[in-house]
């Protein structure tokens, strides 16, 4: 396949708003690639490259030859040019990078050095997720969408799945499951602004766990060998020594554990979430011990669970883990029964509950109805849109966030309003240099950024406004901190927000 044509799919899925029609387009490109195409087309239509790593700076994207006036490129040359640039080490390795990417950008045409750069510079936003690959997959594969998109999230790997499904359709889908060692979209809980409306959503008999304020890992155990990641499913094992040795130390063969990790003062009480997130993002030596808490069991010595209902997961967990190591878990047929272990938890110095369905499987990457969180306040995990320069006592700093909600339909994002309270001393100077590195342009005002960053906002309701395009606005909006260990694609949706404003109409 030319590579100008899947340059010519990426406008066309940025020119369209509909879901439908972005299906249909990516649907007849996957098709049109050769088998030895699919894993680097699927991503490329993703928005990504093949290769995690490299190398390529914005320097690199810069300094590039005058485009070519004819394409000659195929998805295949373009692959293996920048499987070559990703390799590149050793002395020299700056001048051959440069080189190579300089041999790559000259050969290809405008439209296709646009999509490079997209590519390379990770901005390529056309609108086409992984929900809709998903579905695009199937369509052209010919295969029931359940299928691809379970696989999908077993595998974590959208190339792989587009592989398998269109080069041996429904049976190579089928052969993948659950990879100890290979982490797995997580399942994800909705929220509700009390126990009363969690347990409408879970039924009763319902299980309570309380909701740690620490970060989200699934540990991955085979023999001797142990991972740990974290809910992007970035590798951070290295950083956790704690973990790998409590989980070394079950006397098991094979196991899959989800939980939290956070840390704790000398009295047992957590820690600031921002204490435990820096503890996992160092790679230095501790300066914190983190402890594991788990509240679900995937995988068992050679048995997937994913599919037993969460009374049977839970129970295995129990046979298996001290209870050291499980998060506190009560049971509630009435709302006064979850109302009372809610203030427990919150007694407890901790951010809530989540209240849990006892029948339900584990539903991989889905934020369903069968696990749903309480907190004391109303809370959302926001994108920053841009952030503006501040003024007075602020001078110098970049302090009022442009927050927005993350839109699945169009794979943007819709601004709800700003916000500058919250922000301390410490988070305005961390702001300043995270918002540096994000900046796509600033008119010394208003500097835009890659809407990458996700923040945690407590607000007091959401109110109609004209003002902004979703039509809503967050009141008293104000930040609480800052989510390192929540990618963009995980924020909540402006449909969240606009139900938590039909919730608050209905008093």
Known sequence: MRFLDLAATSAAISAVSGRKAKIEILADALRRLDPDEIAAGSAYLAGELRQRQTGVGYASLRDRPAPALQPTLTVGQVDAAIAE????????????????????????????????????????????????????????AEVPVTAVRRALLLSGDLKQVAVAALTGGAPALDEIHLRVGTPLTPMLAQSAPDVAAALLATGTPATVDVKLDGIRIQVHRSGDEVAVFTRSLDDITARMPEVVARVRELPVREIVLDGEAMTLDESGR???????????????????????????????????LLDEPGRVRWAALDDTLPPSLIVGRTSAETEEQAAAAF??????????????????????????????????????????????WGHGRRRGWLSNLH?????????????????????????????????????????????????????????????????YPGGVALRFARVLRYRDDKPASEADTIEMVKALGRGSEGG
């Not at 160092?282 to 069991?297: E, I, K, N, Q, S």
């Not at 990457?365 to 503006?388: F, I, M, Q, S």
């Open 343 to 388: 203030a427990s938890a919150l007694g407890e110095g901790q951010e809530g509950v989540v209240v849990k369905a006892p029948e339900a499987p584990y539903d991989v990457g889905r934020r369903g109805a069968a696990w749903v969180k309480v907190k004391p306040r109303h809370t959302l995990d926001l994108v920053v849109l841009a952030v503006e």
């Open 270 to 304: 957590p820690r600031p979430f921002q204490e435990t997130s820096s503890r996992a993002a160092t790679r230095g030596a501790a300066t914190a011990v983190l402890v594991p808490y788990f509240f679900d069991l995937l995988h068992l010595d050679g048995t997937d």
């Open 85 to 140: 640039i990703s390799v590149v080490a050793g002395a020299g390795s700056q001048a051959r990078r440069r080189d190579l990417v300089g041999a790559l950008f000259g050969a290809a045409t405008a439209d296709e050095q646009r999509l490079l750069i997209g590519l390379f510079s990770g901005e390529l936003r056309q609108g086409a997720q992984a929900g809709l690959l998903a579905d695009a997959i199937a369509k052209a």
């Open 403 to 467: 927050l927005g909600a993350r839109d699945p339909e169009t794979g943007g994002f819709v601004m709800l309003g700003k916000t500058f309270k919250g922000l301390t001393d410490e988070l305005l100077r961390w702001q300043t240099e995270r918002f540096q590195q994000l900046k796509v342009n600033d008119n010394g005002w208003v500097v835009e950024v890659r809407p990458e960053q996700v923040v945690e906002i407590a607000f007091d309701g959401v109110q109609t406004s004209p003002r």
